[in-house]
């Protein structure tokens, strides 16, 4: 029994070690909606990727803007704007940021903005 414990153990942790980290989130795609506690987003459109890329050493990070709506106050109020990847967004006391998305940015390799992912957090002011 003393052996097993090890085993299972690594095995616990491999398995975590393998979730993707935007399945811990809400995410959403193009066009769908995340439910980001109280709020829903769906982001519609990318504005800008000059992310810098992860094969490539870069004097600027650069950044990543979308076009998205954002339902606040239970969905009363709609806001359509930008949200820029790490900024926040507040309307009233609530809150949203893009705080991720996937895949990252390859030089040479342009992305299909049919496999972005985006992952969102709330909050309160």
Do not use: H
Request: with cysteine; hydrophobic share 45%; glycine share 8%.
């Amino acid at each position: 029994m003393k052996r097993a414990l090890p085993l299972l153990a690594t095995l616990a942790l491999a398995a975590c070690a393998t979730m993707p980290a935007a399945s811990l989130s809400p995410t959403a795609e193009l066009g769908r909606v995340a439910a980001v506690g109280n709020l829903r987003v769906r982001p519609l459109q990318i504005v800008e990727d000059s992310r810098c890329p992860v094969n490539v050493q870069c004097v600027w990070a650069g950044r990543l803007v979308i076009l998205a709506e954002v339902d606040f106050r239970g969905g009363s109020e709609t806001v359509r704007g930008n949200l820029t990847l790490g900024e926040i967004l507040r309307y009233g006391s609530e809150s949203v940021t893009l705080v991720a998305a996937l895949p990252d940015k390859v030089a040479g390799s342009p992305t299909n903005p049919r496999d972005y992912r985006f992952t969102f957090r709330s909050g309160t002011n």
